[in-house]
């Protein structure tokens, strides 16, 4: 799910350092990946948007070797039903696009959503404060509608005392003349809920970095308890399994609403349902997949939806029912493949080399304020508390100092003595306003001198 930028931005950053003009400074480099799972997420964008991000139409693929892994040393030689099963999954991620019907040893079928929830989540109400049982479970559907109303169906079933915590709702600008209930009502998927139920026990995921790799974007926890202003509960899977952890409310803006405002909340969101993308990279030993309203939109989602398993029969299926000649049978499930992916010859890397200098000697780019920012923080920046955007702007200041540096020009330089690049007359005027503060300053400003190393507008 890597976009190519990011690996660009690496790239830069590793030349710049190392101060060699070689791919990644002249370091090995090692990634690891699958194309038969998603591709990087383009938000509005489409297919082609997609195969744009992805390493393969980057400069880099051409220059990299690729190796595989061709043995499955999970699977035993006597047990034919998983082999079937591994070997039905490695068709559903490469060629078999459309409607897809799966064998009787392709998962375990169920017939509606209650049967789906009671199969994964057996004996809920006896293991509702068990981490490790919770650990090892999981549904999965492509969208946030699903998911969130099976997550209130199980949530529901838990006796446990409810804690409601409510939002604090502003206006991004001042003045705005909107009642704060409008806030209170919008919702989106990159916000948490205004309304908040929690009960010990429940299964919560976080939807933004707040301690990295700790608590970063998708990690899982289940509440040990509820205080006032922070949320305590233990870590579900991972390398920090069982760590216990307290979230605070922080302030997130909303980008996808009719009107932009600022919500202060917890944030989390129920999560013994996800969607498709959050679950990729987790493993469970009793997974459903729920398709009966929505089907899998983009490429690799049912591959990964179906592969976080290693067992046949831990898979639970639901995609619901259809007529057919007037009798009910269960719905085809449609698998999106992009093709493309997997012929060499349909890509033409994109010659997207940064401009160098000569080998030997220090990297040259024509990078901006803001191009630094979107490489450090792609899409995320003021989508994370307003501290993070700051953060932001001073790395990426911090980053174009550098550059200067190495290209013989010293960037803090100019902020500290900006008398270096005053004219004559901008000193003459400067020597009448002493002799007399009250006559108009009509001398011309100076034009702003520029960066060869930055390509723009440093303050003078």
Same mark, same amino acid.
């Given at each position: !799910? ?8 690496? =790239? ?8 060699? =003009? ?16 998603? @591709? ?9 948007? $997609? ?40 068709? @559903? ?6 409607? +897809? ?23 809920? $109400? ?20 699903? +998911? =969130? ?18 939002? *604090? ?7 705005? =003349?909107?009642?704060?209930? *409008?806030?209170?009502? !919008? ?86 349902? !996800? ?14 997949? @729920? ?17 976080? +398993? ?40 994109? *010659? ?28 995320? +920046? ?18 174009? $100092? ?59």
């Amino acid at each position: !799910m890597a976009n190519k930028n990011t690996l660009t931005a690496l =790239d830069i950053t590793m030349r710049d350092i190392i101060g060699n =003009d070689k791919f990644m400074g002249g370091k090995v480099f090692v990634c690891a990946g699958d194309f038969r799972q998603i @591709l990087p997420v383009i938000r509005g964008g489409g297919k082609n948007a $997609e195969l744009e991000h992805c390493i393969k139409s980057s400069y880099m693929w051409n220059d990299m070797t690729k190796l595989e892994l061709t043995e499955n040393v999970r699977l035993k030689k006597d047990d034919r039903k998983n082999i079937k099963f591994a070997q039905s999954l490695l068709r @559903l991620g490469s060629r078999e696009a459309g409607p +897809v019907e799966f064998g009787e040893d392709f998962g375990v079928r169920v017939n509606s959503r209650k049967e789906l929830v009671d199969r994964v989540y057996d004996d809920i $109400e006896n293991n509702h404060l068990n981490a490790s049982y919770f650990e090892k479970r999981a549904i999965v559907s492509p969208t946030n509608v699903d +998911v =969130d109303s099976v997550n209130q169906m199980i949530y529901d079933k838990s006796k446990e005392k409810e804690v409601v915590y409510n939002s *604090v709702d502003t206006a991004v600008e001042e003045g705005t =003349d909107i009642q704060t209930s *409008v806030f209170n009502a !919008m919702t989106s998927p990159f916000l948490p809920l205004h309304r908040l139920q929690v009960k010990v026990g429940s299964v919560l995921m976080i939807i933004r970095n707040i301690c990295p790799p700790k608590l970063g974007n998708g990690t899982r926890i289940i509440v040990t308890n509820l205080k006032k202003n922070v949320l305590v509960g233990k870590i579900l899977g991972g390398s920090y399994r069982g760590e216990q952890v307290m979230i605070p409310r922080i302030t997130l803006e909303a980008q996808d609403t009719p009107v932009n405002f600022k919500r202060k909340q917890f944030p989390v969101k129920l999560s013994y349902v !996800m969607t498709i993308n959050k679950s990729q990279g987790q493993m469970f030993e009793r997974c459903g997949l @729920l398709l009966d309203t929505v089907q899998c939109f983009t490429h690799g989602q049912l591959y990964v939806a179906c592969s976080r +398993v290693t067992n046949w029969d831990s898979l639970i299926l639901y995609t619901g029912w259809h007529k057919v000649n007037e009798v009910c049978v269960p719905k085809p499930t449609i698998n999106c493949v992009y093709k493309e992916l997997f012929d060499e010859t349909s890509f033409n890397p994109e *010659v997207d080399v940064p401009e160098t200098t000569a080998v030997g000697e220090a990297p040259v780019y024509n990078l901006s304020e803001e191009d630094a920012i979107d490489m450090i923080l792609p899409e995320c +920046v003021n989508t994370h508390s307003d501290r993070l955007e700051e953060i932001a702007q001073e790395l990426a200041q911090k980053i174009l $100092e550098e550059i200067g540096k190495k290209c013989g020009r010293d960037s803090k330089e100019q902020e500290t003595s900006p008398t270096k690049y005053r004219s004559d007359t901008e000193e003459e005027a400067r020597s009448s306003n002493k002799r007399g503060r009250d006559e108009e300053d009509t001398t011309p400003k100076p034009s702003p001198k520029k960066c060869k190393c930055v390509g723009s507008e440093t303050r003078t």
